[in-house]
T-cell receptor, first 117, second 109 residues
Framework: DVKVTQSSRYLVKRTGEKVFLECVQDMDHENMFWYRQDPGLGLRLIYFSYDVKMKEKGDIPEGYSVSREKKERFSLILESASTNQTSMYLC????????????????FGAGSRLTVL | GQNIDQPTEMTATEGAIVQINCTYQTSGFNGLFWYQQHAGEAPTFLSYNVLDGLEEKGRFSSFLSRSKGYSYLLLKELQMKDSASYLCVSSDSNYQLIWGAGTKLIIKP
């Protein structure tokens, strides 16, 4: 069963701590994404990557950085966590080739719920 | 600006039919997705429409009208397991995804 695995389901950190969220996919997908999901809002894109060592800012990159050293792994880093970064973080991947339909379908991990105190 | 509107919450009865509407405004258009997300779980892909009309997939159907910027997801023969949030997502001219906040569907026996 193909999947996207996020290393931690629940994390509790203190303000100012450095936080690493790891994501690994076993589908050989080129594209990987980090979103955050907050109540009453649509998913918001933080960063994405279309290839190894490549990264692009999404809609809300401030306070975050990412690393993609290997094709299957995409890490999200919070250099100095703040309370407004308390959220559900979702990692997703998709193939570069959209296929016949042209749809870039995302496969998501189960999510990492981060609480910053 | 780019925007997706869908109802926050809907309630329906087991065995019935429910239609979840979505209107979108995006810069260009490259398709409309619906995802299902059970509480505490990952969103999973349900459907994709890029041409006008109805796409049927078992108990679920999705409709698109590009001229009206409108889509709906139709769920038939509702089951308790259909209780979830349904996310409407538009793809703009750069294939960037614009996500709605989701419609929480509550199924009652």
């Amino acid at each position: 069963d193909v999947k996207v695995t996020q290393s931690s389901r629940y994390l509790v950190k203190r303000t100012g701590e450095k936080v690493f969220l790891e994501c690994v996919q076993d589908m050989d997908h080129e594209n990987m994404f980090w979103y955050r999901q907050d109540p009453g809002l649509g998913l918001r894109l933080i960063y994405f990557s279309y290839d190894v060592k490549m990264k692009e800012k999404g809609d809300i990159p401030e306070g975050y950085s990412v690393s993609r050293e290997k094709k299957e792994r995409f890490s999200l880093i919070l250099e100095s966590a703040s309370t407004n970064q308390t959220s559900m973080y979702l990692c997703a991947s998709s193939p570069r080739d959209r296929g016949e339909t042209g749809a870039n379908v995302l496969t998501f991990g189960a999510g990492s719920r981060l609480t910053v105190l | 600006g780019q925007n997706i509107d869908q109802p926050t919450e809907m309630t329906a009865t087991e065995g019935a039919i429910v239609q979840i509407n979505c209107t979108y405004q995006t810069s260009g258009f490259n398709g409309l997705f619906w995802y299902q997300q059970h509480a505490g779980e990952a969103p999973t892909f349900l459907s994709y429409n890029v041409l006008d009309g109805l796409e049927e997939k078992g108990r679920f159907s999705s409709f698109l009208s590009r001229s009206k910027g409108y889509s709906y997801l139709l769920l038939k023969e509702l089951q308790m397991k259909d209780s979830a949030s349904y996310l409407c997502v538009s793809s703009d001219s750069n294939y960037q995804l614009i996500w709605g906040a989701g419609t929480k569907l509550i199924i009652k026996p």
